[in-house]
């Protein structure tokens, strides 16, 4: 898998920070010793805990040494640690556990969630959001489409893993037995992009790595050449020529019983 760019990411940081922004404010905390931001990635989100609780203690968590040291330059006063959160365990008692579009990288996430949700201390948060895209957006489903054709077919005999994200009944039951209260909602966020060319620069930082890191320089120009094809083809022109990206994100705020 290649390298997390902080930078391509951060291209389309406003549509990537506003999920963020409205997670946080369906926190029910007023007060927050301890947070930790799981999957901080260059800081983005990370900036907004701080900006909400500034006496807070917070750290930034995230796999990927690339996007963390973007952080650090972004945040040189917050902790930021290099883990997995598949594993990755509090050394104190947290008071938030955020997550802004990390847990759909998480194998087996519902477990994970499940662990963490746990460790929490009594009237202390998780708050996650997803995106629900893969099953049924075009952005998403053309990846697999396109690469189901000639000649790329043979590199994907093994389907790409993607965590699917479960309905919300799921995770309702999976935290309740825990949990004194749970909010659970989608949003539906339509990004006005310049065109389907902005649309593969905003999901190639995403979506689209794990398809590129299986395909040489070349094959990796066409296949994107052929992804925007039928993209164009599903993301008509708006009146002033930009495209609709149609995005769902399911969101999940739940405080320990």
Not at 47 to 74: C, N, Q, V, W, Y
Not at 88 to 111: C, G, K, R, S
Not at 177 to 204: F, S
């Given at each position: 898998?290649?390298?997390?760019?902080?930078?391509?990411?951060?291209?389309?940081?406003?549509?990537?920070?506003?999920?963020?922004?409205d997670l946080l404010?369906?926190?029910?905390?007023?007060?927050?010793?301890?947070?930790?931001?799981?999957?901080?990635?260059?800081?983005?989100?990370?900036?907004?805990?701080?900006?909400?609780?500034?006496?807070?203690?917070?750290?930034?968590?995230?796999?990927?040494?690339?996007?963390?040291?973007?952080?650090?330059?972004?945040?040189?006063?917050?902790?930021?640690?290099?883990?997995?959160?598949?594993?990755?365990?509090?050394?104190?008692?947290?008071?938030?556990?955020?997550?802004?579009?990390?847990?759909?990288?998480?194998?087996?996430?519902?477990?994970?969630?499940?662990?963490?949700?746990?460790?929490?201390?009594?009237?202390?948060?998780?708050?996650?959001?997803?995106?629900?895209n893969v099953a049924?957006?075009?952005?998403?489903?053309?990846?697999?489409?396109?690469?189901?054709?000639?000649?790329?077919?043979?590199?994907?005999?093994?389907?790409?893993?993607?965590?699917?994200?479960?309905?919300?009944?799921?995770?309702?039951?999976?935290?309740?037995?825990?949990?004194?209260?749970?909010?659970?909602?989608?949003?539906?966020y339509n990004h006005?992009?310049?065109?389907?060319?902005?649309?593969?620069?905003?999901?190639?930082?995403?979506?689209?790595?794990?398809?590129?890191?299986?395909?040489?320089?070349?094959?990796?120009?066409?296949?994107?050449?052929?992804?925007?094809?039928?993209?164009?083809?599903?993301?008509?022109?708006?009146?002033?020529?930009?495209?609709?990206?149609?995005?769902?994100?399911?969101?999940?705020?739940?405080?320990?019983?």
């Amino acid at each position: 898998m290649p390298a997390w760019s902080p930078t391509q990411y951060l291209k389309f940081a406003d549509e990537r920070s506003r999920p963020a922004r409205d997670l946080l404010a369906a926190v029910p905390l007023n007060a927050v010793r301890r947070a930790v931001d799981i999957g901080c990635g260059p800081g983005n989100s990370t900036e907004l805990l701080a900006e909400r609780f500034p006496g807070a203690e917070i750290t930034g968590l995230d796999s990927s040494p690339e996007m963390l040291d973007a952080a650090r330059k972004r945040l040189p006063g917050v902790t930021f640690v290099e883990a997995d959160v598949a594993t990755w365990v509090p050394e104190a008692p947290v008071d938030l556990l955020y997550a802004n579009a990390t847990f759909q990288w998480v194998p087996d996430h519902q477990a994970v969630l499940k662990r963490l949700f746990s460790a929490l201390p009594a009237g202390g948060a998780l708050a996650i959001q997803v995106p629900d895209n893969v099953a049924s957006e075009p952005s998403h489903t053309l990846m697999r489409a396109v690469a189901s054709e000639a000649p790329w077919a043979p590199k994907f005999r093994v389907p790409i893993a993607r965590e699917t994200i479960g309905k919300p009944a799921d995770y309702y039951n999976l935290l309740q037995p825990q949990a004194a209260r749970i909010d659970i909602w989608h949003t539906l966020y339509n990004h006005p992009l310049a065109d389907v060319g902005a649309l593969v620069e905003m999901v190639r930082s995403t979506g689209l790595r794990p398809y590129l890191a299986r395909l040489e320089e070349d094959e990796q120009a066409r296949f994107l050449e052929r992804y925007t094809e039928r993209l164009a083809e599903a993301y008509p022109p708006l009146a002033d020529g930009r495209v609709l990206l149609r995005f769902p994100r399911l969101f999940i705020v739940a405080v320990r019983a």
